[in-house]
């Protein structure tokens, strides 16, 4: 594997998190919009993807594969859990 294919490769695992974590937000902000009013959308997202990314990395490294029926689903519930913790329990920065 060349360097180009091994980033490419790199690039296309953090690309699910990161869709996973666009939509999520868009969609927290457009159905929550008192309760996201103070927050800002990086924020946000950096609440989403990063623990959809330590998820999907974390399986892949246990799994030993990459694309698991598992780690999908612990990506979504790290996603959700990192917004719900953002919006609903974390005051927001003032």
């Known amino acids: 594997m060349t360097a180009v294919e091994a980033l490419w490769h ?13 939509l999520s937000t868009a969609a927290v902000k457009l159905l929550w919009r008192q309760a996201t009013a103070g927050r800002p959308w990086l924020g946000l997202l950096l609440w989403a993807y990063l623990p959809a990314v330590m998820a999907h990395l974390g399986t892949w490294s246990i799994m030993g594969a990459e694309g698991s029926m598992m780690g999908y689903a612990l990506m979504v519930a ?6 719900w913790l953002r919006v609903f329990i974390l005051p927001p920065h003032r």
């Open 78 to 83: 790290a996603c959700s859990v990192g917004l």
């Open 10 to 22: 790199l690039l296309n695992a953090l690309a699910a998190p990161f869709g996973l974590a666009v």
